[in-house]
């Protein structure tokens, strides 16, 4: 239940397959069991493309953020790809046939990786300047030599990676401006230097150009069945196309090359007379001009059919006999071959594969060559002594490789010789080499080994009919002289005739035996003993026999091949060697079929045979040794033993002497007795000091080693103490060096922050400092306006007092009225100053919390809810102190009216008119009459004097917590910025394990 992104096949096992899924992980899966095998996890992004090693053993996934090598045996992650974070991957794969990997990033930078040591090998560096374009697609030559590179431009980037430089720039036509997928057609005579790159772009249309003329070959799809994806077959004969309207279309590159190189058609015109030619048929005349053929795709003669994927009813059985893997026709191939004799030399070994259809099974092949050398062919080189060490070594291992596939040709005697000629041919093959054995062994040497280990009599019996029909009188004289056909035909068979042909002339015949019937090999066998049938009627001896038929012979091969084809027609069918062998039949894919066309038993019993002597052989061997080791010590006992018998002899004869010296000198005797005694005596101290020096010289040595010993050691350690000691220190000036860089960019980073906290820290001591000029300037001011209004009121209390003095007891009353309106006007007063003082507060909270909120919007998110609580209450607040506002002042301006009109009376009264028009005027300036109270909760400048004798200690409080809630900012700012510069980009890319 996941979506695919990329798909992977070709591993080392052929029914498994990757996948990629959008849940970032790789699963295999087997298609035979359809069971999942195993599950990969590692990466943190989707897998865009999936690389797999040319042995099917390693696989490299690739993501936008890295790429990661696995194991497919084990399906174990190797390594992995480490890029930084700005960069990102393109794409990572494997060079075709090469322990090369590719690795391309999206800054245009590609790098070339050896896969045994994941070192770089090397760097693609572009040498155009400022170019535009960034590389999205690649694709890779056969022969890994070549590498093209397109993107978002109508340019192709043609990279050579043996000489690791740019060669060559390809401008698309205009019509192209950015390229969706590059794919080289395969070609099977181009060596894998492909030439032809199919070019999908942005327009849906697949063109197909050769990179070295820069032409535009042909094309596929078009603006209404555009092409979504295409892929071409590795053997380069088809391209199948998923096409944007859901259907899947498969194209013939044969069709499309041949139409594209067809000349235009003739141009047959009649000529005619001057008056018969008219202006209509003019415009029948077509010019010329340069261009494409309209491809057969596009025209509207030839429509491309829909198919069913299934095989067709109507195809014959010949048909298909005759249709080749490779795309080549048996039929053709034979009228090629008649017509010319032969195939050209270039393009043979392709010619002779595909007659073969050899399967290529690689892993099956392997399994044969792991086993090793076959004890049969260890010693190979003493009876076939190959000067090239290389041809004797793949000799030894195609022979290997066919005695473990099956046991008969271990034991036959002519294997070396039949597979020699082809081992020469395929030496840098050696699977191809195998393969073209086998083929031939068990399509051309049918019923050969039905009589081991003696000659196939059958075969030898269906050669001796055909040319007793065809050449009776050659026969009796081969009779008359008692050559068999043992004689005459096997040694041309177990050779294949290499032996009396050139290296030409067999290739010429093996281009014909190998594109006809098998019974086609006995008749050239047969052909060439008619065709020489002159030299061996002159022949009357069974060596001249023996010498013809393994030495070279003038004979015209040409002639051999037409009296084989003459033979293959005019034989009859009761003795036509067709009746008796079967059709061609190739090698199975997968895994080669069993050969057991032989007597098992003799088989069987040869190899029981030569066990049983190369035991005995062993026993023998064993048994051989012992007697020389026994022989050897009865020798050396005989030795002893005479040299015993001759010390005997010598001691007897030595004491009869002594008897006769103790007869005659008998007397001497104690003296010679002494003189002995004292001899022995003097040799045995002797041999006492010569074993003391001995001991002491042999203690002396002994010691000289081991003080050399441990002199050896004393230095072995105090070198490992100076390296220790150097290392060490090494260390240390490392982790000092570290630690100064550390300390460094410590310093450089509070520098930073106390920079930026000098700058804070600066705006807010600005900021305070004008909101405390501007609080003292309202203070000077509301001072002002108190000193102003103490004046006026003394002076008014002065004017008042002498009218009470004058008006005496007639105005207690009044005075008495005035007092006590005068007394609740204080009252009033005091209450409307700490009203005051309270909304000036209000206000000022208010102010000072929308400044915060605009120089701190990253914290006012944390404070969203107090924000909306304190504007509620203000807002209450403020409307009630406004509502008390209008009441009071209402209430003072009939009281200020009342006293006026009573002052107004007074003065009238008493004649002091002038100095009440002079406080009302001055009432007037200060605007006691006219302001009102706003509804906004602001106070007139008069209304301030009321806070001249308040405490400031509410606004210190707000200015401290404001103060400290800043510097807590700083102090977050500061974390984050230094958690992001520890985080800072990773190095260039390296693989980690």
């Not at 996941?2 to 992980?25: G, I, M, P």
């Not at 404001?962 to 980009?985: D, N, Y």
Request: aromatic share 8%.
């Amino acid at each position: 239940m996941q979506a695919c992104t990329a798909l992977a096949f070709n591993l080392r096992r052929k029914t498994e397959f990757l996948v990629a899924l959008a849940d970032y992980s790789v699963k295999c899966f087997d298609t035979g069991t359809q069971e999942l095998v195993s599950w990969m996890r590692g990466h943190e992004s989707s897998v865009s493309s999936i690389s797999v090693h040319g042995s099917g053993k390693y696989a490299i996934t690739t993501s936008t953020d890295t790429a990661q090598l696995w194991d497919l045996d084990t399906f174990q992650r190797i390594r992995k790809l480490n890029v930084r974070q700005s960069v990102g991957i393109q794409k990572v794969f494997f060079l075709p046939l090469s322990n090369t990997i590719l690795s391309c990033f999206k800054d245009n930078s590609v790098f070339a990786w050896e896969f045994d040591t994941l070192h770089c090998k090397y760097q693609l560096r572009t040498p155009v300047e400022g170019s535009v374009l960034f590389y999205k697609v690649f694709a890779v030559t056969r022969d890994s030599r070549t590498l093209v590179a397109g993107g978002k431009s109508n340019h192709l980037h043609l990279w050579s990676l043996q000489l690791k430089r740019l060669v060559k720039i390809i401008q698309m036509p205009e019509k192209v401006r950015s390229v969706r997928h590059l794919e080289f057609l395969p070609d099977s005579f181009d060596g894998g230097s492909n030439k032809v790159l199919g070019v999908l772009s942005q327009d849906n249309i697949m063109r197909f150009i050769n990179i070295e003329s820069c032409k535009l070959l042909f094309d596929i799809g078009s603006p209404e069945e555009g092409i979504s994806t295409a892929v071409i077959s590795p053997n380069g004969r088809y391209i199948a196309s998923v096409m944007e309207n859901g259907s899947l279309n498969l194209y013939s590159v044969q069709a499309l090359t041949q139409e594209g190189n067809k000349p235009p058609p003739a141009m047959f015109k009649v000529v005619e007379d001057g008056p018969k030619y008219t202006p209509e048929e003019n415009k029948l005349i077509t010019k010329v001009t340069s261009g494409k053929s309209k491809a057969p795709w596009k025209s509207k003669q030839s429509k491309i059919q829909s198919r069913l994927l299934k095989v067709q009813a109507n195809t014959s059985l010949e048909n298909k006999e005759n249709e080749l893997p490779s795309g080549l026709n048996k039929k053709r191939l034979q009228a090629l071959l008649k017509g010319f004799g032969e195939y050209p030399a270039k393009y043979r070994m392709f010619v002779w594969r595909s007659l073969l259809q050899l399967p290529e099974n690689h892993l099956a092949f392997s399994s044969l060559i792991d086993r090793g050398i076959h004890s049969a062919f260890i010693n190979i080189q003493k009876e076939y002594p190959i000067k090239s060490r290389k041809l004797l070594r793949v000799l030894q291992r195609t022979l290997s490789a066919l005695a473990h596939w099956s046991a008969i040709f271990a034991e036959t005697p002519y294997m070396p010789l039949l597979a020699f000629p082809f081992v020469k041919l395929f030496q840098n093959n050696q699977l191809i080499c195998f393969e073209v054995v086998a083929t031939v062994v068990v399509n051309f040497c049918q019923h050969w080994f039905e009589y081991f280990p003696n000659p196939p009599l059958n075969v030898l019996g269906m050669m001796e009919n055909v040319l007793a029909h065809h050449d009776k009188e050659l026969l009796r004289h081969l009779i008359k002289y008692n050559v068999t056909s043992q004689v005459y035909a096997w040694p041309l068979l177990e050779t294949l005739l290499s032996e009396v042909l050139t290296r030409e002339e067999w290739l010429k015949v093996f281009d014909n035996v190998f594109s006809n019937h098998p019974s086609y090999f006995l008749m050239i066998v047969v052909a060439y003993i008619i065709c020489s049938r002159v030299p061996l009627l002159h022949c009357n001896q069974a060596a001249d026999f023996e010498y013809f038929f393994h030495h070279r012979n003038n004979v015209d091969i040409n002639v051999v091949i037409k009296e084989a084809y003459r033979l293959m027609e005019a034989t009859p069918l009761d003795i036509h060697p067709q009746r008796m062998l079967d059709d061609f039949t190739p090698l199975t894919k997968g895994q080669y079929p069993v050969f057991n066309k032989y007597p098992t038993f003799i088989v069987d019993y040869q190899a029981r045979e030569w066990e049983k002597i190369r035991q005995d052989e062993i026993e023998y061997l064993r048994k051989r040794q012992l007697a020389h080791e026994s022989e050897a010590k009865a020798q050396e006992q005989k030795a002893e033993d005479e040299d015993w018998y001759r010390k005997q002899k010598l001691l007897r004869e030595a004491e009869e002497q002594k008897r006769k010296i103790l007869l005659e000198e008998e007397e001497k005797l104690a003296e010679q007795r002494q003189r002995l005694a004292v001899g022995k005596k003097e040799l045995k101290v002797k041999e006492l000091q010569l074993l003391d020096a001995s001991r002491r010289r042999f203690l002396n040595y002994q010691q000289d080693q081991l003080q050399m010993e441990l002199k050896r050691l004393d230095d072995e350690i105090a070198r490992k103490a100076s390296m220790r000691e150097q290392e060490t220190a090494a260390a240390v000036q490392d982790i000092e060096l570290r630690q100064m860089e550390l300390e460094s960019q410590k310093q450089l980073f509070e520098q930073h922050l106390i920079k930026d906290q000098e700058g804070v820290t600066k705006e807010m001591k600005e900021e305070v400092e004008a909101h405390r000029r501007k609080v003292d300037l309202e203070d000077q001011r509301v001072q002002r306006l108190i000193e102003i209004d103490r004046e006026e009121t003394q002076k008014a209390h002065t004017v008042a007092e002498e009218n009470l003095a004058k008006a005496e007891q007639k105005h207690i009353d009044t005075d008495w009225r005035l007092q006590a309106q005068r007394r609740l006007r204080r009252d009033d007063e005091d209450r409307e100053r700490c009203y005051k003082e309270i909304v000036k507060l209000l206000h000022d909270n208010r102010v000072k919390e929308a400044e915060l909120l605009k120089a701190m919007r990253e914290t006012e998110e944390k404070k969203w809810e107090e924000v909306v609580h304190n504007k509620a209450r203000l807002e209450e607040e403020q409307k009630g102190a406004a509502a008390a506002d209008g009441h009071r002042k209402q209430f003072l301006d009939d009281k200020m009216h009342d006293a006026l009109e009573l002052a107004e009376k007074l003065q009238r009264e008493d004649g002091c008119f002038e100095s009440l028009h002079n406080l009302k005027a001055r009432c007037t300036e200060r605007g006691v009459e006219v302001q009102q109270v706003p509804r906004s909760g602001n106070i007139c400048l008069d209304d301030l004097s009321t806070l001249a004798s308040s405490p400031h200690s509410r606004r210190r409080a707000e200015l401290a917590r404001q103060e400290r809630e800043l510097m807590a900012e700083v102090r977050r700012l500061r974390q984050r910025f230094t958690s992001r510069a520890q985080t800072r980009h990773s190095p260039a890319t390296t693989w980690s394990p």
